[in-house]
């Protein structure tokens, strides 16, 4: 398990494709070329794993025709997990720098995919950008630790 200079111990546990496709039909060569991101975030309180999923659409008149959305897994250290959890209000709160840390990791994870995937296509000329986290993320992100009925 490694350590952020915060001093927070995680490990990348699993990486999941959870969607790709492309959609040849959707694109036109010479049209503009629109991005939409996504960023959600999931938690499993019993092996104290929290999930980062990052989805990217390229589009061309609202009409997407390359998605992928990848998820990464990572373990969180028992006493780092115990500095985030609020028992008492069922949550948990990841600091806004280690949230964002795990966030460009998705990223690039995403990135390497979607090459992968592309890789001998056509498709192969779209990539990734590079994307300021800081307006992605821009608080301490706070997760429910039970859902309620």
Do not use: C
Request: hydrophobic letters at 40%.
């Amino acid at each position: 398990m490694s350590k952020e200079k915060n001093g927070v111990g995680f490990s990348l546990a699993k990486i999941n494709t959870m969607q790709f496709a492309i959609i040849k039909d959707s694109f036109k060569e010479g049209l503009p070329v629109n991005l939409d991101l996504n960023i959600k975030f999931g938690l499993n309180v019993e092996h104290k794993v929290l999930s980062v999923f990052f989805t990217f659409k390229l589009l061309q008149e609202k009409n997407p025709f390359l998605i992928i959305e990848v998820g990464n897994y990572f373990n969180i250290d028992g006493d780092s997990w115990s500095k985030f959890i609020d028992e008492n209000n069922n949550t948990i709160t990841f600091p806004k720098g280690f949230a964002s840390h795990l966030v460009l990791l998705t990223i690039g994870t995403t990135r390497g995919v979607l090459h992968s995937k592309t890789e001998n296509t056509p498709f192969n000329k779209f990539v990734l950008p590079t994307i300021n986290v800081n307006e992605l993320i821009k608080s301490d992100v706070t997760l429910k630790t039970i859902i309620e009925d």
